[in-house]
């Protein structure tokens, strides 16, 4: 057992707390990593909200990048000293899903990232002599994680790591929403509501795809300029007269494509107003569980418009997350950027104030 801190929540609606917990060394095909950074997510908030119900205590965190420190029994693809983006989509490569092109989609890993647990049904971590649950089969808000071998994507060594750990979920599910769930062509027109930390990839996914007129929508006037470095054409301060704003800079139709990017089923719903007929709607903010969203079958069969869910980006992570950090060094994907502020663990529930206030494109967990 190695002796880590780690940023534990106890129970729904209670702030983060900074425990040393035991984690077990990396079992057969597992892998042992130390963390250097990890990106501040909203997608955890909605586990310490109780939005996303799961097992507790547990340790969220899905968006990190480290170095391996330890190899379990049959792992071949990743050696000590490897530098590692993590993967919350872990996939087989051998299910129906990944034998379909659409390994984010893995029906052998999905079941037990979402307990928090390994393959075996059990979480490698424990406090107290109680185990302690791993969000999305990671928990990276700790020094040290243990989690499958296909979670790892090795990147090159001289990628900083706090840049790196964002392309393990905001980069990928941002960008890849726009290449490749919604596949924007050149010359169409994308609205994206929301301008956080995935928004902004959402808009510069759009932008390489092409798109020529991309709106971005958000509440927070501080967001507007932001939206605009990373590819934005015109920006909108949300309010009463959003979609009327939008269809004047779209020919009076609506956009070819929409992104809700918040999870809000009031923006989805709106979302659905500002497309085009024969238009797009891809819902790419997770909503809080046990919401619904209002989508009227009679106005979606008699206009065309399609409606439909991204996953992770629909990335195959071992082949984009090299990929998109390429284009970073190409100068071609704005990731630098996105790191607004960085905090020590002691400072995560800092971190998450300043995430909730919308004055930070995103943050980053970082460990010494």
């Given at each position: 057992m190695?002796?880590i801190?780690?940023a534990l929540?106890t129970?729904?609606n209670?702030?983060?707390?900074?425990v040393?917990?035991?984690?077990?060394?990396?079992?057969?095909?597992e892998v042992q990593?130390k963390i250097?950074a990890?990106?501040?997510?909203?997608?955890?908030?909605h586990?310490?909200t109780?939005?996303?119900?799961?097992?507790?205590?547990?340790?969220?965190?899905?968006?990190?990048a480290g170095?391996?420190?330890?190899?379990g029994?049959g792992?071949?693809?990743?050696?000590?000293g490897?530098?590692v983006t993590?993967?919350?989509t872990p996939?087989c490569g051998?299910?129906?899903?990944?034998?379909?092109?659409?390994?984010n989609?893995?029906e052998?890993?999905?079941?037990?990232?979402w307990?928090?647990?390994m393959?075996?049904?059990?979480?490698r971590?424990?406090?107290q002599?109680?185990?302690?649950?791993?969000?999305?089969?990671?928990?990276?808000?700790?020094e040290?994680?243990?989690?499958?071998?296909?979670?790892?994507?090795?990147i090159?060594?001289?990628?900083?790591l706090g840049?790196a750990?964002?392309?393990?979920?905001?980069?990928a599910t941002?960008?890849g929403a726009?290449?490749y769930?919604?596949?924007v062509?050149?010359?169409?027109?994308?609205?994206?509501?929301g301008?956080?930390?995935?928004?902004?990839n959402?808009i510069?996914?759009?932008?390489l795809?092409?798109a020529?007129t991309?709106i971005?929508?958000d509440t927070n006037?501080s967001?507007?300029?932001?939206?605009?470095t990373?590819g934005?054409?015109?920006t909108?301060?949300?309010?009463e007269?959003?979609v009327?704003?939008?269809r004047d800079?779209?020919?009076g139709?609506?956009?070819?494509?929409v992104?809700?990017?918040v999870?809000?089923p009031?923006?989805?719903?709106e979302?659905?107003?500002a497309?085009?007929?024969?238009g797009?709607l891809?819902l790419?903010?997770?909503?809080p569980?046990?919401?619904?969203?209002?989508?009227?079958g009679?106005?979606?069969?008699?206009?065309?418009?399609?409606?439909?869910g991204?996953y992770?980006?629909?990335?195959?992570?071992?082949?984009?997350?090299p990929?998109?950090?390429?284009?970073?060094?190409?100068g071609?994907?704005?990731l630098?950027e996105l790191?607004t502020?960085?905090?020590?663990?002691e400072?995560i529930?800092?971190?998450?104030?300043?995430?909730?206030?919308?004055?930070?494109?995103?943050?980053?967990?970082?460990?010494?």
């Open positions: 190695r002796t801190k780690t929540i129970a729904p209670t702030p983060f707390k900074i040393e917990a035991q984690l077990m060394p990396p079992q057969t095909g990593v250097a990890s990106g501040v997510c909203h997608s955890d908030w586990v310490m109780g939005d996303t119900q799961h097992p507790m205590p547990c340790v969220v965190g899905h968006e990190g170095v391996v420190v330890a190899v029994q792992v071949t693809s990743i050696r000590e490897d530098h993590l993967s919350w996939d051998t299910c129906f899903y990944c034998q379909n092109g659409q390994p989609l893995c052998t890993y999905t079941e037990p990232i307990r928090g647990v393959l075996d049904g059990t979480p971590l424990y406090w002599g109680e185990p302690v649950y791993h969000y999305c089969g990671l928990g990276t808000f700790s040290y994680v243990t989690v499958p071998e296909q979670s790892c994507v090795i090159k060594e001289d990628i900083p840049v750990a964002l392309v393990g979920c905001a980069v941002g960008v726009a290449l769930t919604s596949q062509e050149p010359g169409q027109s994308v609205v994206v509501y301008a956080g930390g995935v928004g902004l959402v510069q996914g759009a932008a795809a092409g020529t991309i971005a929508v006037p967001k507007m300029s932001i939206a605009r990373f934005a054409t015109h909108l301060l949300a309010d007269h959003t009327e704003a939008i800079l779209t020919g139709r609506g956009a070819d494509h992104f809700e990017s999870g809000l009031r923006l989805q719903e979302g659905l107003e497309t085009r007929p024969g797009t891809t790419v903010g997770l909503s569980m046990g919401t619904a969203t209002n989508l009227p009679a106005v979606l069969t008699r206009t065309e418009k399609t409606v439909r991204s992770y980006g629909s990335v195959s992570p071992k082949r984009d997350f990929r998109f950090l390429d284009m970073y060094k190409a071609r994907l704005k630098d790191i502020k960085t905090y020590p663990l400072q529930n800092e971190a998450y104030a300043d995430m909730l206030s919308g004055e930070i494109a995103r943050g980053v967990i970082v460990f010494d």
